[in-house]
C-alpha cells in the first residue's frame, strides 16, 4: 500500500529510542507514507515526550474488566492530549467470557480450542491456580448478564465502549458468531444505563486479581513495571 493509516509503535525501546522513532515517523507523514501515529505499552511521560515531536492520534494499551491499571495515569494523560485510547485485549484474551473456570477450560475458547495452547497459558494470570481465582471476581458480570440476558462476553466489552466516546475496543476473534456477538455489545453499551455499568465497575474487583498479565520475561517492556 502507498500510506498506512495508522502507524504504530508497539513497544517503547527506551526514552532515547522513542525520540529517535517519533523523529523518523515523522518524516514519514510529511512525506505522505502515513497518517497518524500511535504508541503501545508507553508511560505517561512518553506519552508527553512523543506527542510534542509529533501528535499522537492513538495509544494502545490492553484494558478490560480485570486489566485496568491505565485509567489512573495512561487515560487520564491520552484525555489531557486528546489522544485515543485503543483498547486491546478488551475481554481479557478470552477470560471475561466467562467461560473459563479452571485451567482446562481453555479448550473451549479460540479456533477448536486453541486457547488452551495458545497466548493464555503463558500469561501468569490465566493460568495455574490463577484461572479458578480470577475467575470467582466475575461472579457479579456473570449475574447482571443473565439478568439482562446477554452474554458476560457481550456485557464486559459493553462496559468497556462505556468507558467513552474516545475509547475503542479491539476484540479479536475467529468465529463469525462472537464477531456478530462483540458487534452486539457496541449497541448494547448505548442501550444499558449507565448506574449499571458504574456498578459493574464497582463489584468486579480488578485489584484482587492474581498474577501479572505477562510472563516475567515479558514484563519489563509493559508500561507499569517502567
Known sequence: ?????LYYLHRIPGDDGLKSWMEAAKKLVAEGKC?????????PAQIRAAHAIH????????????????????????????????????????FTSALVKAPEDWAKIGNEGGAATGFQSGCPHLSGDNVSTNA??????????AELGVTPAQLSLAWLHAQGADIFPIP???KVANLESNVGAAKLSQDV?????????????????????????MMGSCYEKK
Not at 35 to 43: C, F, M
Not at 197 to 206: G, K, L, M, P, T
Request: charged letters at 25%; aromatic letters at 6%; proline letters at 5%.
Open 35 to 43: 497518517k497518524y501515529l500511535g504508541l503501545s505499552e508507553a508511560t
Open 136 to 145: 470467582q471476581l466475575l461472579a457479579p458480570l456473570e449475574k447482571k448478564a
Open 193 to 217: 444505563p449507565k448506574d449499571i455499568f458504574d456498578a459493574i465497575s464497582r463489584e468486579v474487583d480488578h485489584t484482587k486479581m492474581q498474577g501479572d498479565r505477562y510472563a516475567e520475561g
Open 1 to 5: 500500500m502507498d500510506c498506512v493509516d
Open 172 to 174: 479479536g476473534t475467529t
Open 55 to 94: 501528535p499522537l492520534t492513538a495509544v494502545q494499551q490492553e484494558w478490560s474488566l480485570l486489566i485496568r491499571n491505565l485509567e489512573a495515569d495512561v487515560v487520564p494523560t491520552c484525555r489531557d492530549l486528546g489522544i485515543a485510547v485503543v483498547a486491546y485485549s478488551p475481554l481479557c484474551r478470552g
